[in-house]
Nanobody, 124 residues
Framework: QVQLVESGGGLAQAGGSLRLSCAASGRTFRLYTMGWFRQAPGKEREFVAAMSWRGGRTDYADSVKGRFTISRDSAKNTVYLQMNSLKPEDTAVYSC?????????????????WGQGTQVTVSS
């Protein structure tokens, strides 16, 4: 079992930065690929970024590439999403998730565990 708790959301101005954290419980955290997804009002939840447990490979959605950075601190069982150069279209509820897959992590289906989500609002 893995429990995930996000924090760090809030209000930012366009061009600003926020860092989201996702604290995980469970001794097997290091064996899970960690992903970030977001859902804006009236839209489907979409993939944002992921870091695989095998080798630490990272992948990003095209819309955030070059602006967002995913990282993890295994000693703290925490994964982070550093969000820079924020845009109003980044406004959404951001959720972290965990999957044992180290390759199929771009969609929701492989993820076994989800956090409750944290709101990010970017004003223009």
């Amino acid at each position: 079992q893995v429990q995930l708790v996000e924090s760090g959301g809030g209000l930012a101005q366009a061009g600003g930065s926020l860092r989201l954290s996702c604290a995980a419980s469970g001794r097997t955290f290091r064996l899970y690929t960690m992903g970030w997804f977001r859902q804006a009002p009236g839209k489907e939840r979409e993939f944002v970024a992921a870091m695989s447990w095998r080798g630490g490979r990272t992948d990003y959605a095209d819309s955030v590439k070059g602006r967002f950075t995913i990282s993890r601190d295994s000693a703290k069982n925490t994964v982070y999403l550093q969000m820079n150069s924020l845009k109003p279209e980044d406004t959404a509820v951001y959720s972290c998730a965990a999957t044992p897959s180290d390759s199929d992590y771009y969609t929701e289906t492989p993820y076994n565990y989800w956090g409750q989500g944290t709101q990010v609002t970017v004003s223009s």
